[in-house]
């Protein structure tokens, strides 16, 4: 067995039987015209999936909002960064030489796309099954850290406003800075003239919220 296959099965819990799918999962479009995206958007949805079923299993009491705000916590980009540098990924990707000059193998973006079209790629090889089990293991601490639902920062934020009789927050995108494959864009959000807070994230909504965040903790503090 091959030093990939050995790192995908302890990784996704099932030996690999079509290693170049897998590889294809492991490249960025930068190295290869045969790249990850159409795994990533596929194993984007299997998780949506295989998450929404298992807090629908472990959460039985819970309303559909509050199951909404747990999966929205769980799938972000940013978590399943971290899931990828858990694996190791980095270790594995297949890049073009500036893509990997600009920083792409520690990219959010990069490595929450390519832990998605690994997903992907099991689902398709190995099922529903396999897919869902894999899912399972590698978000088992992250489910059961939090045993009540997390309020996403924006919301709590929207909710903090309303109760003290503030507009609504206003988001602007102040800056966009970065290669393609790893932007970074800052945003500020503001509460009329009351207060205003700024955050930078690798995506809109990754800087949105790390901006709300901070509006919030300094609202309440």
Same mark, same amino acid.
């Given at each position: 067995?091959?030093?990939?296959?050995?790192?995908?099965?302890?990784?996704?819990?099932?030996?690999?039987?079509?290693?170049?799918?897998?590889?294809?999962? *492991?490249?960025?479009?930068? =190295?290869?015209?045969?790249?990850?995206?159409?795994?990533?958007? /596929? &194993? %984007?949805? #299997?998780? @949506? $999936?295989?998450?929404?079923?298992?807090?629908?299993?472990?959460?039985?009491?819970?309303?559909?909002?509050?199951?909404?705000?747990?999966?929205?916590?769980?799938?972000?980009?940013?978590?399943?960064?971290?899931?990828?540098?858990?694996?190791?990924?980095?270790?594995?990707?297949? *890049?073009?030489?500036?893509? =990997?000059?600009?920083?792409?193998?520690?990219?959010?973006?990069? /490595? &929450? %796309?390519? #832990?998605? @079209? $690994?997903?992907?790629?099991?689902?398709?090889?190995?099922?529903?099954?396999?897919?869902?089990?894999?899912?399972?293991?590698?978000?088992?601490?992250?489910?059961?850290?939090?045993?009540?639902?997390?309020?996403?920062?924006?919301?709590?934020?929207?909710?903090?406003?309303?109760?003290?009789?503030?507009?609504?927050?206003?988001?602007?995108?102040?800056?966009?800075?970065?290669?393609?494959?790893?932007?970074?864009?800052?945003?500020?959000?503001?509460?009329?003239?009351?207060?205003?807070?700024?955050?930078?994230?690798?995506?809109?909504?990754?800087?949105?919220?790390?901006?709300?965040?901070?509006?919030?903790?300094?609202?309440?503090?």
């Amino acid at each position: 067995m091959s030093a990939l296959a050995t790192w995908l099965e302890a990784a996704l819990g099932a030996p690999p039987r079509d290693l170049a799918l897998y590889e294809r999962a *492991l490249t960025h479009g930068s =190295r290869s015209a045969d790249h990850y995206e159409r795994l990533e958007f /596929l &194993g %984007d949805r #299997v998780l @949506a $999936l295989a998450m929404a079923e298992w807090l629908y299993e472990r959460f039985p009491g819970e309303s559909e909002g509050q199951l909404s705000k747990r999966l929205n916590a769980l799938v972000t980009g940013p978590v399943c960064a971290e899931i990828a540098r858990g694996l190791g990924v980095s270790a594995h990707l297949q *890049l073009g030489k500036q893509a =990997r000059d600009d920083g792409a193998s520690d990219s959010d973006n990069v /490595l &929450g %796309d390519v #832990v998605e @079209a $690994l997903i992907g790629a099991l689902y398709l090889e190995q099922g529903l099954a396999a897919a869902r089990a894999a899912v399972r293991r590698l978000w088992a601490s992250r489910v059961e850290a939090d045993l009540r639902a997390p309020q996403h920062p924006k919301s709590a934020l929207q909710e903090w406003a309303a109760a003290h009789n503030r507009r609504p927050p206003d988001y602007a995108v102040i800056e966009r800075a970065g290669p393609h494959h790893a932007p970074r864009f800052t945003v500020r959000v503001s509460l009329g003239n009351l207060a205003e807070a700024t955050a930078t994230g690798g995506s809109k909504q990754e800087a949105e919220t790390a901006a709300a965040a901070t509006l919030l903790a300094r609202l309440e503090g």
